[in-house]
């Protein structure tokens, strides 16, 4: 093992790592987006306020009974586990399905069901003050949490997000048991092609770590971008204009 035998190794199979490095990174992103959104809606459905006895509460009762079940199955096992299930449920069900949904669908399942606790806490921590001076204005529950109390919820739970999407990247590697050609289904078919396995997946290491140490140093910006400057300049402004010199 030397350097020279990894730099042998990128250079005549760099386009396939590359390739495997942007499916990783694409289904990381797209799992997360579609994960929060879910992740959101399970976070307000358990929070819509249950006051009469009626039917509409007790089929909300029944609704969310079955949301908490998706929540603790998907948080309770593997996604490699829930990968399996997934694609070849539906194989076995006569449902051809691309592996890249498939592999989609199961990442989104698995951040929501994440997600969806984190949003409920974002939620729970927003001052019930706040509440009450929206009901007090005649605000109802949707248009208090759309004005409200979303955009403060969306901002707490940033560095979850992003937490989330670097998890994501790096737990997309388990997809490769259904065959999706993320990078590290490719750097085992270049390292059994090649019998340098601690090279080729040397290689996959810092490519893993390039894109989590992207992300990471991306959101951190973003987040400093919606904080805002460190100190805010105050100016009052009067009517009366300054008087010049010597009048």
Known sequence: MSFQSIWDIFINNWEVYLRGAYFALIIAV????????IGFFIGLMHTIPQRKKTVKTYILKVFNVLLTTY?????????MV??????YGLVSLDIEINRFLAACIVIS?????????????????????????AQAIGMNHFKTMVHIVIPQVARNILPATGNQLVMNIKD?????????????FTTNSIA????RYFEAFFIACVLYFIMTFTVTRFLLLFEKKLD??????????????PKKEGV
């Open 30 to 37: 797209i799992g997360t987006i579609f994960g929060t959104l």
């Open 109 to 133: 399942l698995n951040t929501g069901a994440y997600m969806a606790e984190f949003v409920r806490g974002g939620i729970v921590s927003i001052d019930k003050g706040q509440f009450e001076a």
């Open 82 to 87: 829930q990968a399996m299930v997934v694609f």
């Open 228 to 241: 805002g400057p460190d100190s805010y300049k105050v100016e009052l402004i009067t009517g009366n204009k």
């Open 192 to 195: 059994g092609s090649t019998y």
């Open 172 to 184: 997309s590697s388990v997809l490769s048991v259904i065959s999706v050609v993320e990078l590290f």
């Open 71 to 79: 929540v603790e199955i998907f948080r309770g096992t593997p996604m």
